[in-house]
């Protein structure tokens, strides 16, 4: 029988969490549904794919060591497809800062056994690879406002020039990570 099917084995590792941990489980449910409600105000409404969001959320925040924190982001990631695909504001910079979130405090809380308490090291080393992921969001969100004021058509050179460039970030930033691991183990 598989472990996490098992009611008991769910219930006692939220019993056996720390009080770090149940910080982290409500952190996934509260960026997820702070996502939700961005979707909701700034997009379509959409009822009954909203409550399967906080459904998925739920889970996610029961059982992070399982598939569900990847299908929330998924169905996230998705849903703002869906709801709000045409639209760059401030609520799509909300929407990127939520998904980290939710994001983050799903990779944190899975880390280890019930009862764990992470390393302030750990910590210190997350915050600052959000940070550099928000700075990114930010900057990106900042160009595609500058493109979009200028009322021009789309171009594929401009996107295969920014998808170059973000592919050379994102490069940049994998080597430098490849290398802060060999160096601190």
Known sequence: MN???DPSYLLD???LSSGQQRGLRAAV???AT???AVVWVHGEHHPWL???GVLVAAQAAAMPETNAPLVLLAYLGLLWLVAAPDRLDGWTLAAAALLLGVHLACTLVSHGPPGLRLDPRLLRSWALRAAVCLTA???VWLAARVVAGTHRPPSSVVLGVALAVVLAWCGLVAVRLARSHRHHP
């Open 3 to 5: 472990r996490l099917a």
């Open 29 to 31: 449910l509260v960026a």
């Open 13 to 15: 590792r939220l019993a």
């Open 137 to 139: 969001a930010l900057l």
């Open 50 to 52: 909203t409550a399967v």
């Open 34 to 36: 702070g996502f939700l």
